[in-house]
């Protein structure tokens, strides 16, 4: 929706032509920019492939890395985003902010998954997203949800590695993570 503006589709040329410089075989059909979203502790529900993110702060940003779990080796680990600017995740790997103060900013790239009912985007839009610059291939199948154990895991792991971010997660999630569901 934001594309059809003028300043839209030309903030999406000139983050596109970024991302092609720097990870150019990467397939994505969306772009989501972010401004001090919290980045709660979550999968992302549609993503299909890897995603990568561009982070961006203003000269007072304290903290903002990024938490990743990686589900297949069973290990997390902290990504300063600020100091490496450009960072390629996965996105169905369970992740979350760490706290901070100041202006984050967050441009993340990736491709949907393909949905039988929504998603469907028609010819024309194809065409005016490959000519804005966006990588894009027909969508293949989206991804089983990663399973509750992979939350739980990543949360046994930032428990006993990083105790000051899970004290902070149980403080931010005062009830409104299911908790009940990943049995400790």
């Not at 069973?74 to 901070?100: C, E, S």
């Not at 989206?142 to 006993?160: A, C, E, S």
């Not at 004290?167 to 009830?175: A, S, T």
Request: aromatic share 12%; hydrophobic share 35%; charged share 30%.
């Amino acid at each position: 929706r934001v594309l059809r503006t003028p300043h839209g589709e030309r903030l999406a040329r000139v983050l596109c032509r970024a991302l092609r410089k720097r990870y150019p075989k990467l397939v994505f059909d969306s772009i989501q920019v972010n401004r001090n979203f919290p980045g709660n502790y979550h999968v992302d529900k549609n993503n299909v492939g890897p995603s990568v993110g561009l982070f961006l702060a203003d000269g007072a940003l304290k903290g903002g890395g990024l938490y990743v779990f990686d589900r297949k080796k069973q290990k997390a680990k902290v990504h300063d985003v600020i100091r490496k600017r450009w960072l390629l995740f996965d996105g169905n790997d369970p992740h979350m902010t760490m706290p901070y103060r100041g202006n984050r900013y967050s441009v993340i790239f990736f491709q949907k998954g393909a949905n039988k009912n929504k998603g469907r985007i028609s010819r024309t839009s194809k065409q005016f997203l490959k000519r804005v610059g966006f990588h894009m291939r027909k969508p293949v199948e989206k991804p089983k949800r990663t399973p509750l154990i992979h939350m739980r895991d990543g949360l046994v792991y930032m428990k006993k590695q990083y105790p000051a971010l899970y004290r902070y997660f149980l403080r931010i999630n005062r009830g409104g993570f299911k908790t009940k569901r990943i049995n400790f």
